[in-house]
C-alpha cells in the first residue's frame, strides 16, 4: 500500500528558530518520487522539491534543507532560522507505479511562525 | 515551464445552477490531468483523473454526474459542478502531466466555489 504520513498537524514556532517537519511514506516500489510543497493562505500549491528514489543525497536551497533517509522511509524538511514568510501549510507527496502514478498526499503540517 | 492556469480562481453561485471550471496547460501539453477538492484545514482529495480523448476515472464515492469532466485537448480540461448545492463548496485544484514525465504533476492555482 502507498502512504505518506505527516503526523505533525501543527508547529508553531518563533522567528529565527530551526523546523523540522517530518514526512514518513511507504512503498513497495522502488522507482518512486517524493515531493513536498507549500501551501500559503492564497491556497496556491508551490513546489519545493522532488527526489527521485536513487537520489538519497541531502539537498540544500538556501534556508531550506531536506534530508532523504530510505532506510527509515523518511523525507524530512527542515527551515532554518524560519521567518514570518514561512507560514503555511506543507505537504508531503509520492508517486510511484503501484499508485498509477497518483500523487499520495500527507495530511499537511500548518507551520505557524510568530515574530 | 509548466504553467498551469485555472478560471476562475473564484466563483459564487446560488444553488441549483451549474458551474464549469477551466484547467489550462499553458506551456506544455497535458496527456493527463487531476482534479482535487480540499475542504478547509485537510488534505487534497483526489476526484477524478482525466486523459485526452477519453472518459475520466473517478475515484470511489466522487458522483460522475455530480462533477463532469472533459479533457478535450492536451491543453485543455474542465470540470463541471451541476445543481451545486452548499455542500459542494470547496477549493478546487487541477494538475496536469505532461509526455515528458510520468511521476510529476504540475498544480493549477485553485478555484474557490461558493455555493449560496
Known amino acids: 500500500a502507498q502512504k505518506v504520513t505527516q503526523a505533525q498537524t501543527e508547529i508553531s514556532v518563533v522567528e529565527k528558530e530551526d523546523v523540522t517537519l517530518d514526512c514518513v511514506y511507504e512503498?513497495?516500489?522502488?522507482?518512486?518520487?517524493l515531493f513536498w510543497y507549500k501551501q500559503p493562505p492564497s491556497g496556491e500549491l508551490v513546489f519545493l522539491i522532488r527526489r527521485n528514489s536513487f537520489d538519497e543525497q541531502n539537498e540544500i536551497s538556501g534556508r531550506y534543507s531536506w534530508n532523504f533517509q530510505k532506510s527509515t522511509s523518511s523525507f524530512n524538511f527542515t527551515i532554518t532560522a524560519s521567518q514570518v514568510v514561512d507560514s503555511a501549510v506543507y505537504f508531503c507527496a509520492l508517486s510511484s507505479p503501484s499508485g498509477t502514478y497518483k500523487y499520495i498526499f500527507g495530511t499537511g503540517t500548518r507551520l505557524k511562525v510568530l515574530a | 515551464g509548466a504553467v498551469v492556469s485555472q478560471h476562475p480562481s473564484r466563483v459564487i453561485c446560488k444553488s441549483g445552477t451549474s458551474v464549469k471550471i477551466e484547467c489550462r496547460s499553458l506551456?506544455?501539453?497535458?496527456?493527463?490531468m487531476f482534479w482535487y477538492r480540499q475542504f478547509p484545514k485537510q488534505s487534497l482529495m483526489l476526484m477524478a483523473t482525466?486523459?485526452?480523448?477519453?472518459?475520466?476515472?473517478?475515484e470511489q464515492g466522487v458522483e460522475k454526474d455530480k462533477f463532469l469532466i472533459n479533457h478535450a485537448s492536451l491543453t485543455l480540461s474542465t470540470l463541471t459542478v451541476t445543481s451545486a448545492h452548499p455542500e459542494d463548496s470547496s477549493f478546487y485544484i487541477c494538475?496536469?502531466?505532461?509526455?515528458?514525465?510520468?511521476?510529476?504533476?504540475?498544480f493549477g492555482p485553485g478555484t474557490r466555489l461558493t455555493v449560496l
Open positions: 512503498t513497495r516500489d522502488t522507482t518512486y518520487y
Open positions: 482525466s486523459n485526452e480523448g477519453s472518459k475520466a476515472t473517478y
Open positions: 494538475s496536469a502531466r505532461g509526455l515528458a514525465g510520468k511521476y510529476e504533476q504540475f
Open positions: 506551456d506544455f501539453q497535458a496527456t493527463t
